[in-house]
């Protein structure tokens, strides 16, 4: 239930440039659907995709964030002091750190993994 008092935040208008950074990042969004929608089945035809989902994924969203800054005359380095970019950049080197771990150096050398 929406106090009398919250109901204005409903109502705000949005600025030209917020309302074009929501529109390409919603745009990004419907680009990694239909592509990954439109995905051939590599069993059946022969064809393997070049590129992983995950990386796809990663490709626009980083696309999508630089446009963003790029159209909007956002202030990187405003972006770079939040504590929130903090945050999160440290969440991704943690989650990418683990990710990345050297698992086909192993194999190639002929080292196993415990």
Do not use: Y
């Amino acid at each position: 239930m929406v106090n009398a008092g919250d109901r204005k935040h409903f109502h705000k208008a949005l600025s030209r440039n917020q309302w074009a950074a929501m529109w390409i990042f919603i745009g990004a969004i419907a680009v990694v659907a239909v592509l990954r929608c439109r995905r051939v089945d590599s069993t059946a035809s022969g064809w393997q995709a070049a590129v992983d989902g995950a990386v796809t994924i990663q490709m626009f969203m980083l696309m999508a964030g630089a446009l963003i800054i790029l159209f909007t005359k956002t202030n990187p380095t405003a972006i770079a002091k939040s504590e929130v970019f903090r945050a999160g950049m440290i969440a991704v080197v943690a989650v990418f750190g683990v990710a990345w771990r050297p698992t086909r150096r192993r194999r190639r050398s002929g080292l196993r993994s415990k």
